[in-house]
């Protein structure tokens, strides 16, 4: 089956079209067709559009809206000028996976969208107010442009981590805001985890129930996961993406004093303050400089900037804490695994987690490490490191395409 991979923000689109059905799962032998990216969609967007073995092509296009935007990739993927040839009319498109973020208590695993869907995926609004609203326009679109009838599946950032205990995903509130609110910790980047702890048990060679790892994706938004018997028990993102580990633009954990102390100091309003916290903290904040990693590890190394290391060891710090705290939440695992564009790419940020853990039996193997970047997956620990690391690139996408294919088949998600 060719599907449609579709991750609609309130601005861009990502897609991808994938081509694989459930033999190409058991076998590995899913194949990539093409992949695109659509910013400033609402006016003069900037498309970048690559389909498999040719030279990736950028262009700007009028694109009004989602719509615009959905009819304009399939315009595309279906002309000759795309040069996919297993894509020749829309009726080679044969369901559409959607990345959607928040699927609230609800959404377990990965669903055929049908209008009781959508409702569902509404009702989460009030948890992800920018990002659940992106994504339904997302479905919306691809419905009106491909037929009501084509099947379109929901793949949510946060259904791996439905099956977090209670002790885990409850605050330690008033209980009635839990019954009342939903507030709880939801985890994201679920799909990432559920993906890179799936090709670890491959590498590996073992089942899903022997797999107990922690997770570390560390991109521009970054967190943790402890997955033990191959379930999520505990995750750092809560009830929104702020939580957790320091990230690009995000403070993750503080103290939540802080909030009125900033909003009474700074004479800023609570949601200004919550703004602070998302776009102007964690790398950024700290270092007065950029949220991009690697530009960080360029000033530390060539300017020693002292607020760029700062933020450097921040960060690899709350990293090297939430291993701690995993470690002892699950009783120990078998690997760390790291994931994301910083995790997939940064030899250095790597060597500066998992420094210091020869005590509990992580020994980095640093030529292995040095190695390992740019989409090259493998052992990065020696030999016979009693917990072993692991650099593991995700691909979401990949996912999606898959669990679109067992929806589309009936088949149960197991990952
Ligand atoms: P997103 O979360 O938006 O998908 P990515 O997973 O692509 O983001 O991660 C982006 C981050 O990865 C940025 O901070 C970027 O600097 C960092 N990164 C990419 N390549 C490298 C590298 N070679 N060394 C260090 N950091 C890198």
């Known amino acids: 089956m060719n599907i449609l991979v579709l991750n609609c923000g309130s601005s861009s689109i990502r897609f991808q079209l994938i081509e694989t059905d459930v033999e190409q799962i058991a076998g590995n032998t899913d194949r990539r067709l093409a992949r695109g990216h659509l910013e400033r969609i609402g006016g003069e967007a900037v498309v970048t559009l690559h389909a498999n073995g040719r030279e990736p092509e950028r262009l700007t296009a009028q694109l009004r809206d989602v719509r615009a935007a959905v009819e304009f ?20 498109i044969h369901a559409v996976g959607h990345r959607v973020v928040h699927g ?14 959508l409702r569902g995926i509404k009702d989460c609004i009030d948890l992800a107010p920018l990002h659940n609203p992106a994504n339904i326009k997302g479905i919306v679109a691809a419905r009106e442009v491909l037929g009501a009838g084509l099947p379109q599946a929901a ?3 946060t259904a791996f981590h439905q099956s977090l205990p209670e002790r885990a995903f409850l605050y330690a509130l008033p209980y009635q805001f839990y019954r009342r609110h939903r507030i709880r910790r939801y985890g994201f980047h679920g799909t990432s985890h559920r993906y890179v702890a799936y090709r670890y048990r491959q590498l590996r060679g073992i089942s899903r129930e022997e797999t107990n790892v922690i997770t570390l994706h560390l991109g521009n938004g970054c967190s943790a996961a402890a997955i033990r018997g191959g379930d999520s028990v505990d995750t750092s993102m809560g009830l929104t993406p702020l939580e957790g580990l320091v990230m690009g633009t995000r403070s993750g954990d503080i103290d939540p004093a802080i909030v009125d102390f900033v909003s009474a100091k700074e004479g800023l309003s609570p949601q200004e303050v919550e703004t602070l916290l998302n776009k102007q903290s964690g790398l950024i904040g700290i270092s007065g400089l950029t949220n991009d990693m690697r530009e960080l590890l360029a000033e530390a190394r060539e300017n020693n900037d002292r607020r760029a290391r700062l933020a450097i060891e921040i960060f690899c710090y709350r990293a090297k804490k939430y291993i701690g705290s995993y470690l002892a939440a699950m009783g120990g695992a078998d690997a760390v695994v790291f994931t994301g564009g910083i995790g997939e790419n940064s030899p250095e940020v790597r060597a500066l987690i ?24 493998g052992l990065i620990s020696l030999e016979g490191s009693r917990l072993a690391a692991y650099v593991i690139p995700t691909d ?20």
């Open 73 to 92: 990739i399939i315009r595309w993927a279906c002309s000759e000028a795309s040069g996919i040839s297993e894509v020749q009319s829309v009726a080679d």
């Open 104 to 117: 609230g208590e609800r959404f377990t695993h990965s669903v055929l969208i049908t209008d009781d869907v």
């Open 155 to 157: 793949v949510f950032d």
């Open 354 to 377: 998992c420094d210091g853990l020869v005590w509990l039996g992580l020994e980095l193997d640093e030529a292995r490490n040095a190695a390992h970047t740019q989409g090259r997956e």
């Open 396 to 415: 979401e996408e990949l996912l999606i395409a898959r669990d679109t294919v067992r929806s589309v088949r009936g088949i149960p998600q197991r990952f």
